[in-house]
């Protein structure tokens, strides 16, 4: 099974792969559908899924395809970003059940979204979101983020990431994936993070599954 795909966290090299694109404007091949957004209530529409755009000013969007968005937006702070990463996938697995569904995905995500060799885990937890949908689970970790320095070291970013997983009413064997991540140098946190990270979690909602019309 291809753990990435069924997990929400943001990959540290998917993170900075995303990173590059919107750092390098009109360098990157990338930037020609990468955007800044107004603070409007726009509603993004994708294969299986909408979302809504975050509701701060400074954030930027990459589009342009169909069924995966992101947005970007740099910190005040030296090193630190927030990011939302929304995507569909396909999975092998089969679940008879919410309970089911509830464990195996709660320890998957929680198990394989950091690496010890660059990671320390602080704080991890995962349940169900009935209030999203049915078969819907949401976590949230915080870590210590290294890089490719070793972990003994002083020099890291703390990083938070709250996850939606979904499995998509018409098609089981497709999920529907989000991921909030903030990163950040210790001691620069922003005590709104959780209230940040919830009214973006609260802005997705499960479409058809069909291509969605020219926005």
Not at 119 to 124: C, F, I
Not at 184 to 192: C, F, I, N, S, V
Not at 202 to 213: D, M, N, S, T, V
Request: charged share 30%.
């Amino acid at each position: 099974m291809d753990v990435i795909k069924t997990t929400t966290m943001i990959p540290d090299h998917l993170f900075g792969r995303i990173l590059l694109c919107f750092t390098l404007f009109g360098i990157s091949a990338c930037a020609s559908d990468v955007h800044k957004l107004d603070t409007s209530n726009k509603r993004f529409y994708r294969y299986g899924f909408s979302i809504l755009s975050p509701q701060e000013p400074g954030w930027r969007v990459k589009e342009g395809e169909s069924k995966k968005i992101s947005f970007y937006k740099k910190g005040k702070s030296p090193k630190s970003a927030s990011m939302v990463l929304a995507y569909l996938s396909k999975h092998p697995l089969h679940f008879d059940s919410e309970a089911e569904f509830e464990l195996v995905m709660g320890k998957l995500r929680l198990s394989k979204e950091f690496r010890p060799k660059q990671n320390v885990l602080l704080q991890k937890k995962a349940s169900l979101a009935p209030d999203i949908g049915k078969y819907c689970l949401k976590s949230y970790s915080k870590l210590k983020d290294f890089g490719r320095k070793k972990v003994d070291k002083d020099n890291y970013v703390v990083r938070e990431n709250f996850g939606l997983l979904c499995l998509h009413p018409d098609d089981k064997t497709k999920l529907v994936n989000l991921g909030v991540s903030f990163r950040y140098l210790p001691g620069t946190e922003d005590k709104a993070i959780q209230a940040r990270a919830e009214k973006i979690l609260a802005g997705i909602r499960l479409e058809p599954l069909k291509l969605p019309a020219t926005q």
